[in-house]
C-alpha cells in the first residue's frame, strides 16, 4: 500500500460519519411494519375484489349457464337423429375437402 | 444479532440504530442526495431484515449489510439510467488549496467520478474492502473492480493534489 492510498484512507476516515438519527430508526420500523402486514392487506384486497366480481357478474353468469345448460340438452337429441348424422358427415367432409384444396392449390396465391 | 434473527424487533431496530451512521453515509457518498441516500437506505435495512434469516455467521453482518446496500444503489442506478460501464472523460483539474479543504473537496470530487468509479473507490478506500469483496457485492469481474478502483484513485489523488 502507497503513501498515496494511505492519504486517501485518511481522508475518507476524517470525512464525517452520519450522526444516529432516532427518526430514521422510526422510520425503518414503520416500513418494516408495514412490510410485515402487506401479505395479509394483499389477501383481504383480493378476497374483497373475488367478492364484488362475483356479486357483479352473478345475474350474467347465471344466465350463461343456464343458456349453456339448454343448449346441451338441444343438442344431445340432435345429434342422435339421421339429420344430425348427416350434418356431422356434411362437417367432416367439409374440413377434409378445404385441407386437400389448400394443400394442392395454396401455393398459387403465395408470391 | 441472533435475536433480530428469530425476528425480535426491537433487536433488529438496536442494530439499524448502530449500523445506520456508517450505511447512511456510504449511501451518501454514492448517491451526492442525502434524502436519495437516505431513502436507499431505509430499503437496505428492510431487504436485509427480510433475508437475514440466510445470515450464516453473525459476525459478518456489517460487511454483508453494506453489501445489500450496494446492490440497492446499484438497482437504483440501473432504474436511473446511470451510466455505468463507460468511463468518465472529465479533464483532470486540482481542486484542493490546502489539506483543510481536503475533505469538503473529496466530496465534490467523488461527484466528479463516474457512478462505477465511485462505488469501487468509496467501497475500498472508504469502507476498506478488498477487491475480491468489492466483485462479489457487485458482480462484476475482478479486473473490472481492480481498473475502476485504480482509475478512480488517481484521479481523486490528481485533483486533490494540493
Known amino acids: ?111 | 444479532m441472533m435475536l433480530a434473527q428469530t425476528g425480535d424487533d426491537r433487536a433488529f431496530a438496536e442494530l439499524v440504530r448502530r449500523r445506520q451512521g456508517s450505511l447512511r453515509g456510504l449511501l451518501r457518498r454514492l448517491c451526492r442526495d442525502p434524502s436519495l441516500a437516505d431513502d436507499l437506505a431505509q430499503e437496505s435495512f428492510v431487504q436485509a431484515w427480510r433475508t437475514l434469516s440466510q445470515l450464516r455467521s453473525t459476525g459478518a453482518f456489517g460487511g454483508w449489510l453494506k453489501q445489500v446496500a450496494v446492490r440497492t444503489w446499484l438497482q437504483h442506478a440501473r432504474r436511473a439510467k446511470l451510466d455505468l460501464d463507460t468511463l468518465d472523460a472529465a479533464e483532470a483539474e486540482p481542486l484542493a488549496t490546502s489539506d483543510a479543504d481536503a475533505r469538503v473537496d473529496l466530496d465534490r470530487a467523488l461527484e466528479k467520478l463516474n457512478p462505477a468509479q465511485r462505488l469501487c473507490v468509496v467501497m475500498s478506500y472508504g469502507e476498506g474492502l478488498s477487491h475480491g469483496e468489492i466483485a462479489d457485492a457487485t458482480g462484476w469481474p475482478l479486473g473490472t473492480v481492480k481498473s475502476h478502483v485504480a482509475r478512480g484513485g488517481a484521479r481523486l489523488r490528481d485533483w486533490l493534489k494540493p
Not at chain 1, 81 to 99: F, K, Q, Y
Open chain 1, 1 to 111: 500500500m502507497s503513501d498515496d492510498d494511505n492519504d486517501l484512507k485518511r481522508l475518507f476516515a476524517e470525512s464525517s460519519l452520519v450522526p444516529t438519527d432516532d427518526a430514521f430508526v422510526a422510520r425503518v420500523e414503520t416500513a418494516i411494519a408495514w412490510r410485515r402486514r402487506q401479505p395479509a392487506l394483499i389477501a383481504a384486497c383480493a378476497i374483497a375484489l373475488a367478492t364484488l366480481l362475483v356479486w357483479a357478474t352473478w345475474p350474467a353468469a347465471y344466465q350463461l349457464t343456464g343458456w349453456m345448460r339448454d343448449g346441451l340438452l338441444f343438442l344431445g337429441p340432435f345429434f342422435s337423429s339421421v339429420e344430425g348424422h348427416v350434418a356431422v358427415v356434411a362437417l367432416l367432409a367439409t374440413g377434409i375437402a378445404w385441407t386437400w384444396l389448400h394443400e394442392r392449390f395454396g401455393n398459387a396465391y403465395r408470391d
